[in-house]
Antibody, heavy 124, light 111 residues
Framework: EVQLVESGGGLVQPGRSLRLSCTAS????????MSWVRQAPGKGLEWVGF??????????EYAASVKGRFTISRDDSKSIAYLQMNSLKTEDTAVYYC???????????????WGQGTLVTVSS | SYELTQPPSVSVSPGQTARITCSGD??????AYWYQQKPGQAPVLVIY???ERPSGIPERFSGSSSGTTVTLTISGVQAEDEADYYC??????????????FGGGTKLTVL
């Protein structure tokens, strides 16, 4: 059974940094692209970014709203994906979901399995 | 990037058919995907590649595509289908997908 467990969320001040982790099990992590999707309180889903598998160069893509501030990385030996968030803004407050990416996030992109999410609150 | 437009809400009685639409200029060229989200839960993929159903998703869920509009159809709606539904697609400037977009979501109410 595929399991994705996010951790690292919490309260952080504007301008500070936070790193989220996504620990995966139940599948061959290195074969899959991984993605992050967020949801502000009471709002809809917003794609954050993804990282492709090593077979596709481990390359990344980001939403315009986070490009240059957020970085996604992966450690295939530990089956963990990371979301490094810098220069956080109040509008980054959201539940952050880790997902597997169907289609390798290359020829097509969709979000097959989801974690339960971790809440990030950016406030002074 | 581009936008996907969904109606904010759809209401149906139990046993009826619910249709939720999603419109976007790139949909004739790109696949659409649908997710169901119940309060306090993570989204669940219910349709992929316009009309394919993942294993474990009931047969009453189906998807279709026509031009710039895709439709999620739920036949014989049950009370447990009350949820928010999101469409999603992606676009590219070349060979590979670069950006992902979600529709604003549709709240399905079972009367």
């Amino acid at each position: 059974e595929v399991q994705l467990v996010e951790s690292g969320g919490g309260l952080v001040q504007p301008g500070r940094s936070l790193r989220l982790s996504c620990t995966a099990s139940g599948f061959t992590f290195g074969d899959y692209a991984m993605s992050w999707v967020r949801q502000a309180p009471g709002k809809g889903l917003e794609w954050v970014g993804f990282i492709r598998s090593k077979a596709y160069g481990g390359t990344t893509e980001y939403a315009a709203s986070v490009k240059g501030r957020f970085t996604i990385s992966r450690d295939d030996s530990k089956s963990i994906a990371y979301l490094q968030m810098n220069s956080l803004k109040t509008e980054d407050t959201a539940v952050y979901y880790c997902t597997t990416c169907g289609g390798d996030c290359y020829s097509f992109v969709y979000f097959q399995h989801w974690g339960q999410g971790t809440l990030v609150t950016v406030s002074s | 990037s581009y936008e996907l437009t969904q109606p904010p809400s759809v209401s149906v009685s139990p046993g009826q058919t619910a249709r939720i639409t999603c419109s976007g200029d790139a949909l004739p060229k790109q696949y659409a995907y649908w997710y169901q989200q119940k309060p306090g839960q993570a989204p669940v993929l219910v349709i992929y590649k316009d009309s394919e159903r993942p294993s474990g998703i009931p047969e009453r869920f189906s998807g279709s595509s026509s031009g710039t509009t895709v439709t999620l159809t739920i036949s014989g709606v049950q009370a447990e289908d009350e949820a928010d539904y999101y469409c999603q697609s992606a676009d590219s400037s070349g060979t590979y997908m670069e950006h992902v977009v979600f529709g604003g979501g549709t709240k399905l109410t079972v009367l």
